[in-house]
């Protein structure tokens, strides 16, 4: 069976859970969306999001 997830639910649980479990303030991870967020609009936006999908298709196997 295969269950297909978006990274950003993913990254967002692992956020809910850092400020639950590991007592991460949530303003320290609203910062580090806010940084996440205007990053993307940067020059460097297209070299994450390549490294990004490059890392995902390693995990998932895919090899293209």
């Known amino acids: 069976m295969t ?3 978006p990274l950003v639910a993913v990254l967002g ?3 809910w ?3 639950k479990f590991l007592g991460v303030r949530t303003w320290i ?3 580090i969306a806010l940084f996440g967020f205007w990053l993307s ?3 460097l ?3 994450i999001e390549s ?3 490059s890392g ?3 995990v998932n196997g895919e090899h293209a």
Do not use: I, N, Y
């Open 56 to 58: 995902v298709d390693v």
């Open 29 to 31: 991870v609203v910062l």
């Open 51 to 53: 490294s990004t999908r």
């Open 45 to 47: 936006a297209p070299a």
């Open 3 to 5: 269950v297909s997830l």
């Open 17 to 19: 859970g850092a400020v």
């Open 13 to 15: 649980f692992f956020a």
């Open 41 to 43: 609009h940067t020059f």
